[in-house]
């Protein structure tokens, strides 16, 4: 199933999100992890892409597709997907 192309923000934006060391610890989850699960998340709800999800965990799409497996989300990929996978490569 492909994306909407108004779901994509094209222009590069840094929102920087503060999360206190309390959440983290109550959450018992590292800044890492909790990168991690929303960038799962939100891909889980087809709201970003692969390349889109990979940045946010901050790893290799490779890395983020094998942990994709392990949890069985299944990989949505269609034309606005292979489109952002271009723009991330150049």
Do not use: C
């Amino acid at each position: 199933m492909a994306l909407p192309r108004e779901r994509y923000n094209t222009a590069r934006k840094a929102l920087p999100v503060t999360i206190s060391d309390e959440v983290l610890a109550a959450a018992h989850m590292s800044e890492p992890e909790l990168k991690q699960e929303i960038a799962l998340a939100l891909f889980r709800q087809e709201r970003l892409t692969l390349a889109q999800a990979s940045r946010i965990a901050e790893m290799t799409q490779l890395k983020f597709q094998a942990i994709l497996a392990e949890r069985q989300i299944p990989i949505h990929y269609g034309i606005e997907e292979f489109r952002e996978d271009l723009r991330s490569l150049g």
